[in-house]
């Protein structure tokens, strides 16, 4: 390379670094590559991450009836779960598609204004989802609308123990697996996602003693259903 075009090409490589690179509207990736998947009383919390995630997603996969891998792999490319509750329970009730519903979604700066055009009565959609929609509540309280919806309609819980893990902080994958283990062991869920809250219990211990094995976590939510459909 002649000295003159090298030092061109030098120059430019330099420019290049110092400037500030543009920024790409790329989904955040969300690992779902756990490395701790069993309990080990010596670090009792240590795979309650994986717990919660796994417990959420065989849940999600048998109320609307698609693939459980799928739904990771959504979540690994950055689709957030609260969108995941929305798209897929709003498919549900309509001729959509969970994905056509997320790609307007990305296009929109609210689920309101996605939803809203298709003129859908608080009855199919429920009323505590469309009362929460009325309300622009954020996509947080919207995916908890659907839980809530889904945990009346299957009647995995009675309103007033509802409410009461809901008032107790109880977020979406601690209401699922609570009333997993509670079923199962016939205790309160309440009480036992207040006892895993306060460090005298986790869920991975509870997980234990109830012998609930999470690779037939599935079948131990079909097993809930069923015992629950009216």
């Avoid at 995630?53 to 792999?73: C, E, G, L, P, Y």
């Avoid at 209401?175 to 991975?204: H, N, Y």
Wanted: with cysteine; aromatic share 8%.
């Amino acid at each position: 390379m002649p000295h003159i075009s090298r030092n061109k090409y030098l120059l430019s490589l330099m420019v290049l670094l110092i400037l500030p690179r543009p920024s790409f509207a790329m989904p955040a990736i969300t690992c779902h590559c756990f490395t701790d998947r069993s309990y080990e009383p010596a670090r009792p919390t240590a795979a309650d991450p994986y717990f919660l995630a796994t417990t959420q997603n065989s849940f999600f996969a048998i109320v609307f009836n698609t693939d459980k891998k799928s739904i990771v792999m959504k979540k690994q490319q950055g689709t957030s779960p609260d969108d995941l509750w929305i798209a897929y329970w709003v498919a549900s009730k309509t001729g959509a598609t969970a994905n056509s519903l997320l790609q307007s979604k990305a296009k929109s700066d609210s689920w309101k204004n996605v939803i809203v055009p298709l003129k859908l009565s608080p009855k199919i959609m429920g009323e505590r989802f469309s009362n929460a929609l009325n309300a622009n509540a954020p996509t947080e309280r919207l995916s908890e609308a659907v839980v809530d919806e889904l945990f009346l309609k299957n009647q995995l819980l009675a309103e007033s123990d509802l409410a009461g893990l809901r008032k107790a902080g109880a977020i979406n994958q601690e209401l699922i697996i609570a009333t997993v283990i509670a079923t199962k062991t016939r205790q309160s869920a309440r009480q036992l996602f207040l006892d895993i809250k306060t460090g005298a219990k986790t869920w991975g211990s509870s997980l234990s003693t109830a012998k609930i094995d999470t690779k037939n976590m599935q079948q131990e939510i079909i097993a809930i259903l069923k015992f629950h459909t009216p």
